[in-house]
């Protein structure tokens, strides 16, 4: 099996102030080469640190190693230095490279009305790479490294994840690193994804599973809450795709209620393709927009998305949904019977033949005993009187609640339109 090792450099990674994405892309992009990662390690700017990462992973036998960050310009910038050190490697000019990169800052400066020579002489230290090594053509101005490092090989990318991933496959194809990927078995996997049932219950199926009969040891299953959805990656080799059946058939049977994708499609793709069509309306309160911000996030909604209205008093309420003011005043906004009227109000106001409606207390005040923060009413309905009516406790703080209020809503619709039974 082929292991790699992710080093991501960059002391503003380390105190948090950006959230990496790098380690897990890569990583991603490794599996689907059937290459196993066994560390994601993240260091600050400094060489020792950087240099003590590639040695451990070392010590650890991993045989392909990928580095992100630390190829710009300036004096931190120094991965290339520090790797060519670790693989026992001399510094020295790329001429090529260095008239691709003054290509580039040439127009940069041009365009900026800089002094290219100081440019230049900034970015010279850019067109260094170790004797031996393979240079990958920039994307910004900073190349990435193929560099062979005894047993194992070190890929070396740029940090923005803009130049990163279009760098990769051209990583992938030089000589070194066909020759490690030349030997790893690629893994094949599916993605299930599921609404309204905790892990533990995942958990329990899994071992019921195993408890039949079915060595699921033989496959890599990973679950994850995820936005509010269980999420289940499986992944396998050739030889035990007789036990991802058997695992993706046993979680089906025991989850068919929760269970809404068998291929890992997302809830707003499926929610798109059930709008075509049709035209939708929607009426918000605690949830602010959230909902019509996820359907309008795919391209396309325009063909199905006729509007939606964040109505937060009562005021609004009754002037733009027509929700009754006695019903407010006797049922309160946060009420099912409020719901009901402001999904009625919004399939009227534009013209609708499908409206969603959601009121809720976000918290983290104005709860009550018979109606605590996180209590949220919906409502999804279609022109014709079918609807769907849900008043759940959702836990969290006021951003979980809102979120998940936003993918009820979204569920409600998945439901009303394609069939099923709700899981709340």
């Not at 990462?53 to 070392?58: N, Q, S």
């Not at 710009?72 to 490697?89: H, K, N, S």
Request: glycine content about 12%.
């Amino acid at each position: 099996m082929i292991r790699a090792g992710i080093v991501v450099t960059g002391t503003e990674v380390l105190t948090g102030r950006i959230a990496d994405s790098n380690g897990p892309w890569v990583s991603e992009q490794l599996a689907e080469q059937g290459v196993e990662v066994a560390h994601i390690l993240v260091v600050a700017d400094r060489p020792d640190d950087l240099e003590a990462a590639l040695r451990f992973l070392a010590a650890e036998g991993m045989d392909l190693i990928v580095t992100t960050g630390g190829l710009g310009p300036t004096a931190d910038d120094l991965t290339a230095e520090v790797v060519a050190r670790f693989a026992g490697r001399e510094m020295v000019l790329h001429e090529d490279m260095e008239r691709k990169i003054a290509a580039v800052l040439r127009g940069f400066a041009e365009r900026g009305g800089f002094d290219l020579e100081a440019v230049m002489e900034a970015n010279r230290k850019q067109a260094m790479v170790p004797a031996g090594a393979t240079p990958l053509d920039p994307v910004g101005t900073a190349p990435g490294l193929v560099v062979p490092a005894g047993e194992r090989v070190v890929i070396v990318l740029p940090g923005p994840p803009r130049e990163l991933q279009p760098m990769w496959p051209a990583a992938l194809a030089t000589q070194p690193a066909r020759a490690v990927l030349a030997r790893a078995t690629p893994l094949r996997g599916y993605t299930l994804r599921m609404f309204g049932v905790p892990e533990s219950e995942i958990a329990k199926s899994l071992r019921e599973i195993e408890g039949d009969g079915t060595a699921i040891d033989a496959v890599e299953i990973t679950t994850c809450l995820r936005r509010g959805e269980i999420e289940i990656d499986v992944r396998y080799r050739d030889e035990a795709e007789a036990v991802a059946g058997a695992v993706r058939e046993g979680l089906k049977a025991r989850h068919a209620r929760h269970l809404f994708s068998l291929d890992g499609e997302t809830i707003d793709s499926q929610v798109a393709k059930l709008l075509k069509g049709r035209r939708l309306g929607l009426a918000e309160s605690c949830s602010g927009g959230l909902l019509a911000a996820r359907i309008t996030n795919l391209p396309g909604a325009s063909e199905y998305m006729r509007g939606g209205i964040v109505a937060y008093t009562y005021e609004a309420k009754e002037e733009l949904l027509e929700v009754d003011s006695r019903l407010l005043k006797e049922k309160g906004a946060v009420s099912p019977e409020v719901a009901e009227a402001m999904a009625i109000g919004a399939l009227k106001r534009f013209d609708a033949d499908v409206a969603v409606s959601i009121t809720g207390v976000a918290g983290p005040a104005g709860g009550t005993e018979e109606k605590p923060v996180g209590y949220v009413c919906f409502n999804a309905r279609v022109a014709d009187g079918t609807s769907i009516a849900r008043d759940p406790v959702i836990p969290g703080g006021r951003d979980d609640i809102r979120e998940r209020s936003a993918l009820v809503g979204m569920h409600l619709l998945r439901i009303l339109l394609g069939g099923g039974e709700a899981p709340l």
